[in-house]
Each structure stands twice: as structure tokens, then as C-alpha cells.
């Protein structure tokens, strides 16, 4: 968190997600998010999370926005009144369109490489199957790292980029050094 801030991230996330090695818990969560300065913001991600939960989680820690990785639909996402995001687990077959389309209410749509399991997974898709004409804003995630993060912005202009396995040393472990080279090649292509 604090390597994330330094390095001048837009917005940091925490992982409501017990399977994962990222997994926080809402006290350790409630603790991380007061070293947040004002501006940057505070990202939930819950995966097929039980509403009870969820609430539970937004009445003890104070985040701005939630990311839907699982299979939740629009009205889901929207019961909990706060602005979210739903991730798209990218594949041929999918028409992204389609499913952004199927989300009125995101704020944005992001799109993360098909793996087993839901998501952190480190692996990149084709970046060919991303269509013109999205009606939502991107934000691409996805085996980002420092080594290939320019070219994703400077080839596809997202919104935003979103990493976590490319900024670790070992699964669930992250690098400093790795995540100020995120974010200094990411200011550097957008510049
Ligand atoms: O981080 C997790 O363990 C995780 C678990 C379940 C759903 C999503 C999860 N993470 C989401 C992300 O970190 C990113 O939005 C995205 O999946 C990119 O991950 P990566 O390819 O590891 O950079």
C-alpha cells in the first residue's frame, strides 16, 4: 500500500476474496485504508460475494468504488449504491460489447485474461479480441508488468491500467521496486 502510494497510483484495491493469497480481512483492510491521502481511490474486489457480506464489509471500511470479478450481474452490482466496475474474464467466445452493454450502471469495464479460477492469474489475452466501440470506459489488467505496460498504453489508450502478479516477487508477495516501475512506465507512456 504504502509503495503504491509513493509511487503515485490513482487508486489502490483490496481483495475481499478468502481464496486468494491477497485476501485482507475488514480489520486489517480498515487499518490499510487510512494511509490513504484524499484523491486516490479506495477499490473493493469481491468475487460472487454474499450481499450480507459485502455489507457488512462497506459498514466497517470506507471504499469508493467496488470490482466485480465473479459472475454478478448489473443489478447485483448496483443494490450497494456505491460506483462499481465489473471485470470481464476475456475470451474468444465473449462478445465484449455485448457485455458491457449488459452493465448500464459500471462506471468502467475491465478486462483481465480468461483463467482457472477468477482472476489475478498473471497471464495476458489477446489484446486483437478487445473491439472498437466499447460502451464503457477500459481499464486493462491482465499479465500487466513494468516490461510491457508502455506498449498497452501507448497501443490501446485505456482508461486505466490495473495490475497485481506483474508487481509481486512471489504470488501474493508484492515488490516495491516493481510496482514504482509500474507506475513510472505507465506516466511515462501517457505522457
Ligand atoms: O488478486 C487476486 O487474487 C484476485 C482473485 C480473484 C479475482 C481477482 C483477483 N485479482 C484481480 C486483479 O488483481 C486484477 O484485477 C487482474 O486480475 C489482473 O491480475 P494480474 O494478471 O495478476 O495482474
Sequence with gaps: MDAALAAGADAVGLVFYSPSPRAV?????RSLV??????VTRVGLFVNETPLRINAILD??????????GDETDAYCRQFGRPFIKAAR??????????????PAARALLLDAYVEGYGGGGKTFDWTLIPP???????????LQPENVADAVRGLRPWAVDVSSGVESAKGIKDAARI????????????
Excluded at 34 to 39: G, L
Excluded at 180 to 191: E, H, I, N, P
Aim: proline share 9%.
Design 180 to 191: 514504482a516501475a509500474f507506475v513510472a512506465a505507465v506516466k511515462d507512456a501517457d505522457a
Design 90 to 103: 476475456v475470451r474468444p467466445e465473449l462478445d465484449l460489447v455485448e457485455f458491457a452493454r449488459s452493465f
Design 60 to 69: 466497517e471500511v470506507e471504499l469508493d468504488l467496488l470490482q466485480f470479478h
Design 133 to 143: 466501440g466499447l460502451p464503457l470506459p477500459l481499464i486493462l489488467s491482465g499479465g
Design 25 to 29: 480481512t475488514s480489520d486489517l483492510a
Design 34 to 39: 487510512q494511509r490513504i491521502p484524499p484523491f
